[in-house]
């Protein structure tokens, strides 16, 4: 089964960038459409982004469609979210997870496996 470890959260102020990281061990990173999720405090896990096993199709949730780029190297076997024009409502607890199949709805009950989550902090 694989494991997911999220890396590139930090504190950033609004309007600035960061690229959050998360590498696939124990498994074949291909096999996987990938998600991105985010929780904040107080506030249910709720969807951002996933990438579709090949990178041919991206879906994003509409607060950050335009801002957040979800990409994967599956030979590096790492997925990536590159987040810009942060602002403060993004603050939340980043995780990456793995589903053996496509979800059209992006319900985090769709993707089996689930990284520790990452800390990204906006500040105003």
């Known amino acids: 089964q694989v494991q997911l470890v999220e890396s590139g959260g930090g504190l950033v102020q609004a309007g600035g960038s960061l690229r959050l990281s998360c590498a696939a061990s124990?498994?074949?990173?291909?096999?996987?459409?990938m998600g991105w999720f985010r929780q904040a405090p107080g506030k249910e896990r709720e969807f951002v982004a996933t990438?579709?096993?090949?990178?041919?199709?991206?879906y994003y949730a509409g607060s950050v469609k335009g801002r957040f780029t979800v990409s994967r190297d599956n030979a590096k076997n790492t997925v990536y979210l590159q987040m810009n024009s942060l602002k403060p409502e993004d603050t939340a607890v980043y995780y990456c997870a793995a589903s053996g199949r496509w979800s059209a709805t992006g319900a985090p009950a769709d993707f089996a496996y689930w990284g520790q989550g990452t800390q990204v902090t906006v500040s105003s």
């Open positions: 990438i579709s096993w090949n990178s041919d199709t991206k």
């Open positions: 124990g498994g074949t990173l291909s096999s996987y459409v």
